[in-house]
């Protein structure tokens, strides 16, 4: 008899049941396990609230944890992005996969670049992080914000209601949106949300080592070092998904190196700070990211990142 598939939990949107077939065909292929998806309805995907009013992070992620508490599912894929930081009790992150393109893509009307686009035009994003960021480089611009999925975002530009908006190119590559993606955001201009582009495996801790543990086939070493350090940056200034840090490291020539911005909403103060280390054969490569992090994230306090952080939580969305 063949074994019973397993249950991978996934939100609705086309995003999330893309990103979550893409992992289960690949965890087939590398282990043999046949895996079935569960529609799992989250409040972060049917609430009218604006993301920054909501209160708490992981909006997108409660309802799939309380699935793996509750035995419904066997496993969950997550955009890693939308997870906060602080271990869920119970849980363990089984793998982290591969990263996508990690960059902020912008899709604009009449194929605009980001520097051609005309003084005052409207840009949607409902991310502090990307406002900050795009402020800080086109003070010029006003700023929209929006919610809903990416197709609902892309809309609001073909219908002329906005200029522009700006998306995660991985996402819109998830979603068969790439040709509506008119420039490219490099992380000289923009730093991506920590983990933007890596999907992470989540499941009961209790199962990881046992009956689940043929899951770390999908597990990447490099992504996973590497968005170890973005988060840790994230988790030290005490920060959520919805604050205005970006930060983002790559694994090049034995090295992890890691850059990170807080950046004030108005896009008038930031504290930019970058850090390497040597990846080492003795030593694990989670640890020295997350000793990275760390430290850079204590550098940028330094500076005064954690008031522009709290500054920008405590004031109006
Ligand atoms: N917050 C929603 C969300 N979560 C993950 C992605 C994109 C895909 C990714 O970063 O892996 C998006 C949409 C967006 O930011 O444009």
Redesign the pocket.
């Known amino acids: 008899m063949a074994p019973a598939p397993a249950r991978l939990g996934t939100r609705r949107s086309t995003?999330a049941t893309t990103?979550s077939r893409q992992v289960a065909d690949t965890i087939t292929a590398r282990t043999g396990v046949p895996v079935e998806l569960e529609l799992i309805t989250s409040y972060?995907d049917i609430t009218r609230a604006h993301?920054t009013q909501l209160g708490g992070t992981g909006v997108?992620v409660n309802n799939l944890r309380d699935e793996l508490l509750g035995g419904g599912i066997d496993f969950a894929v997550h955009?890693?992005?939308?997870l906060p930081t602080a271990p869920a009790a119970g849980l363990t992150l089984i793998a982290v996969t591969e990263r996508?393109d990690?960059r902020?893509a912008l899709c604009a009307r009449d194929g605009r670049k980001f520097s051609d686009l005309p003084a005052g035009a409207t840009v949607g994003t409902?991310?502090p992080r990307r406002v900050a960021q795009l402020a800080a480089l086109r003070p010029d611009l006003s700023f929209v914000p929006i919610r809903g999925?990416?197709e609902t975002?892309l809309g609001k530009v073909t219908s002329g209601e906005l200029d522009a908006v700006?998306?995660?190119y991985?996402?819109?590559a998830?979603v068969g949106r790439l040709d509506d993606v008119t420039d490219v955001f490099e992380a000289e201009q923009v730093l991506?949300?920590p983990?933007?582009?890596?999907?992470a495996v989540e499941c009961l801790a209790a199962r990881a080592a046992a009956d689940l543990a043929y899951l770390t086939a999908v597990d990447h070493g490099p992504t996973r070092a590497a968005v170890t350090a973005e988060r840790v940056v994230l988790a030290e200034l005490e920060a959520g998904?919805a604050a205005p840090v970006g930060a983002y490291a790559e694994c090049h020539d034995g090295r992890l190196r890691l850059r990170a911005a807080v950046v004030a909403p108005d896009g008038t103060r930031a504290v930019r700070r970058e850090r390497s280390a040597a990846l080492t054969q003795d030593t694990d490569p989670v640890d020295t990211a997350a000793s990275l992090g760390r430290e850079l994230a204590r550098e940028m306090i330094g500076e005064g990142a954690d008031r522009i952080v709290a500054d920008a939580a405590g004031g109006a969305a």
């Open positions: 995003m990103q972060g993301l997108f955009s890693l992005k939308d996508d990690p902020d409902g991310s999925n990416a975002r700006v998306l995660a991985a996402g819109l998830r991506p949300a983990g933007q582009g890596a999907l998904c």
